[in-house]
Every structure is written in C-alpha cells, then in structure tokens.
C-alpha cells in the first residue's frame, strides 16, 4: 500500500519568506498527487493537483508543486507568504491501479505565518 | 452544485450516548468516503463507499462503528455507544470515477463526547 510522508510538522514564518514543504510518497506505479489545505476550522480544499505532464504543478493562491519522480517528491513551494496562507497543509496520493479513487494523505504540516 | 453536505456542524453528546452523523455527497458523485480527524491522529480514513457500497472499512476503529449508505444521496455514520476517545472532526467526502482521487470535502461535523 501507498503511504506519505510529510517531513515538517510545523512551520513559522515571517511574512515574504519563501516556503517550501516537503512531502514524499512510496508507490512504485502510476500516481496522482494532490495538494489541500485547511484553514483554521475549516474543511478541507484542493490547492493543486498532478496527473501527468509538466511535473511543475502551478495552483491557487501562488502556489505550485513539483513532482520528481526520481526521488518519489511532491514538494510544495510559495516564493512570498503572507499572513493568510496560515493553515494546515496536507499532501495526498492517489494509484488509480491499487486503490481506485482512495486518497493516502500525509499527516500534514501546520504553516503559521507572522505578520 | 451545493457541494458535500454534513449534519449535525456541531455535537456535544454524552459518554454511552449514541451518535449518528450524515453526509450527502456531490450529486452524480459515485464515491463517498468518511474521515476522522485529532490532533493526535490527524486524518484517518475510516471507511468508503463506491456506488454505495463499501469498498474498504479497515480504518473503522472497532465494533462501535458503523456506516451505510442506503442511496447515492445520503450516508451516515453512527457511533453506539460513543466514547470520550471518539471526540474528534469527522469529515464526509464525495468523488466521482473521472476526478481521478480528487476529493471534494464537507465542512464537517464536530463530535465532543463528554
């Protein structure tokens, strides 16, 4: 079965820092990899996903993600933070050939930033 | 599209008391799948449904558990008897074949057993 690793579990910034959180999976096949993120008592919303090609994902909100595939990678990046992007951000995959629709989400990695 | 719709947003309930939380999904969405979130645990699933069957129910915690989804239109999730380890965020989520695990979530219901 698949699983996720996010690597950072918190995260403090300052606001117009760069952000990059890591996230790494383990599955051999084909997989499709999303992005959400919460929002203090919030559900959960899609912030971008990859399925095939370009491997630089670009999403919402001035967010992209690269997916390499080499080291198993869906790393999340943000040139400049700013103080609404303080939320909860979960990485999640999907093997469309061991688990039809069934999403494996990372544990997730709380961003605070400060103003 | 009125999205992933949850009831109750809020519950408060009592230790032996049972709970029954419901979900209607995205229409024409033909997976629902339901989540529990703790600060402890984080986001665990715990069963799925594809054309309201259930494909995988490993992450039901125990007995106490149970989900059906009687139609394409609405599922539950009840608790009985419900126990204080049981407080957490259960989210209901909806899926269709084509989205390719994209996963469209409730706002969800959240559970204090006191």
């Known amino acids: 079965a698949q699983s996720v690793s996010q690597h950072n579990h918190h995260v403090i910034l300052s606001e117009a820092a760069s952000l990059e959180l890591g996230c790494n999976y383990s599955y051999g096949g084909t997989v499709n990899l999303f992005w959400y993120v919460q929002y203090p008592g919030q559900h959960l919303q899609l912030l971008l996903k990859y399925f095939s090609g370009d491997p630089l994902v670009k999403g919402i909100k001035g967010f992209e993600a690269e997916f390499i595939k080499s080291k198993f990678s869906f790393n999340l990046r943000k040139p400049s933070v700013q103080w609404s992007d303080t939320a909860e951000y979960f990485c999640?995959?999907?093997?469309?050939?061991?688990?039809?629709?069934?999403?494996?989400f990372g544990g997730g990695t709380r961003l605070m930033v400060k103003p | 599209d009125a999205g992933v719709i949850q009831s109750p947003r809020h519950e408060v309930t009592e230790m032996g008391q049972e709970v029954t939380l419901r979900c209607k999904p995205i229409s024409g969405h033909d997976y629902l799948f339901w989540y529990r979130q703790t600060m402890m645990r984080g986001l665990e699933l715990l069963i799925y449904?594809?054309?309201?069957?259930?494909?995988?129910d490993s992450g039901m915690p125990e007995d106490r558990f149970s989900a059906k989804m009687p139609n394409a239109s609405f599922s539950n999730l009840k608790i009985q008897p419900s126990e204080p380890r049981d407080s957490a965020v259960y989210f209901c989520?909806?899926?269709?074949?084509?989205?390719?695990?994209?996963?469209?979530f409730g706002e969800g219901s959240r559970l204090t057993v006191l």
């Open positions: 989520a909806s899926s269709t074949t084509g989205a390719a695990g994209e996963l469209f």
């Open positions: 999640a995959v999907n093997a469309p050939d061991n688990a039809g629709n069934m999403l494996t």
């Open positions: 449904f594809n054309n309201n069957v259930p494909i995988d």
